[in-house]
């Protein structure tokens, strides 16, 4: 099985690429050959060579960014039976939207299938380090989803565990 983590972040302090690779290191502590590149080092042919794609994005405005958005927009449908999951880094508000719905979207019209809940990162203001465990947790109020109880590090175990599953 072979993932393709890919990202788009916007800050300085590059806090979604950060949660990208702490995404793809602990997919790689699973055994999974994963790859986790920024979307712009991505062709959208190469994505076909994968199993399984994570994608992520800042919320920004209630939504992806728009090159993230790009990014997905160049990718061909036809990709009945691959895997996917969605992330986005947000900050902890009522307010924040959520990143996650937009690109879900875009993956199942492709024809993805989701094999995770959304994993959200909430950050803090301008930090240099990851988000705290306590932040993490998927959860929040208007994220919405049946799944708002799994934790982070939940949601990426579902990620794996579909990933090392042999009927996939």
Not at 90 to 110: D, H, V
Not at 132 to 146: I, N
Request: aromatic share 8%.
């Amino acid at each position: 099985m072979k993932a393709l983590v890919v990202y788009d972040s916007v800050s300085a302090t590059k806090m979604t690429e950060k949660v990208a690779r702490a995404i793809a290191g602990a997919m790689k502590d699973q055994g999974t050959d994963v790859d986790c590149l920024f979307y712009k080092d991505v062709s959208a042919a190469s994505v076909k060579d994968y199993d399984c794609l994570v994608v992520g994005s800042p919320t920004m405005a209630w939504k992806p960014t728009k090159d993230i958005m790009q990014f997905l927009n160049g990718l061909s449908a036809g990709s009945s039976g691959k895997l996917a999951a969605a992330f986005d880094t947000q900050i902890q508000m009522r307010i924040s939207g959520n990143a996650t719905k937009a690109i879900e979207a875009k993956l199942a019209e492709l024809g993805f299938r989701l094999i995770s809940p959304p994993l959200v990162a909430y950050v803090e203001g301008k930090t240099e380090s990851l988000p705290d465990e306590g932040r993490r947790a998927g959860q929040g109020e208007g994220l919405g989803d049946s799944f708002g109880a799994r934790s982070f590090e939940d949601r990426l175990a579902i990620i794996n565990h579909f990933l090392r599953s042999p009927s996939v």
